[in-house]
């Protein structure tokens, strides 16, 4: 899940509660972090980045990439087995 926006007076205690990480970490608006994003999948994305601002804005823009090798707590391995028979058909 991500939650993301311009969130100037939001408590985010229920945000960080469900659990949510806030991620952004550099100022977004002057020495204030105002565009937020929180999110589970911290893991499969890389550090935002806070670019410069677009147009005539006075917040930063916040880029967010996928990850190129996400880290994961367990890589799922899947094995499957199959009864074999004996060569004269018997089980």
């Known amino acids: 899940m991500i939650v993301l926006g311009d969130f100037n007076r939001l408590r985010d205690v229920a945000l960080i509660s469900y659990p949510l990480k806030h991620v952004v970490k550099a100022p977004t608006r002057k020495a204030s972090v105002l565009d937020k ?16 601002n ?30 074999s028979r004996d060569s004269n058909g018997m089980a």
Not at 37 to 52: A, E, F, G, K, M
Not at 56 to 83: C, F, G, W, Y
């Open 37 to 52: 994003i929180y999110t589970n999948l911290q893991d499969w994305y890389d550090q935002p980045v806070v670019l410069p």
């Open 54 to 83: 677009i147009g005539r804005s006075d917040h930063r823009a916040v880029l967010m990439s996928a990850s190129v090798n996400p880290k994961r707590e367990h890589d799922q391995d899947i094995t499957v087995v199959r009864r």
